[in-house]
């Protein structure tokens, strides 16, 4: 099974970015569709985006298309979530996740994931 550690987290103003990372460690990371959730005080958790192993095929919430960008580098086990033009709205915490199998390009659930990190930290300010 796949570890996953996030990081990049933090408190920035509204308008402002972050980048958060996933780093994966124990199996190749090359090996898993991967994805990010969120979650806010009191509520489910979230889908945000999702990349295909090979990062041909992204797919996004509409809450945050043309904010946020998913990306990957394999060779660095890494997987990135760019997030411009951030709102109040958007503070959560933040999860990577590796899916159980090959993602359909849609609405991801977060039963569909089969390793999860810690989560990180994500507060915008007004």
Do not use: H
């Amino acid at each position: 099974q796949v570890q996953l550690v996030e990081s990049g987290g933090g408190l920035v103003q509204a308008g402002g970015s972050l980048r958060l990372s996933c780093a994966a460690s124990g199996r190749t990371l090359s090996s898993y569709d991967m994805g990010w959730f969120r979650q806010a005080p009191g509520k489910e958790r979230e889908f945000v985006a999702t990349i295909s192993r090979s990062g041909g095929s992204l797919y996004y919430a509409d809450s945050v298309k043309g904010r946020f960008t998913i990306s990957r580098d394999n060779g660095k086990n890494t997987v990135y979530l760019q997030m411009n033009g951030l709102k109040p709205e958007d503070t959560a915490v933040y999860y990577c996740a590796a899916a159980r199998s090959v993602l359909p390009p849609k609405k991801s659930r977060p039963a569909d994931f089969g390793s999860w990190g810690q989560g990180t930290q994500v507060t915008v300010s007004s």
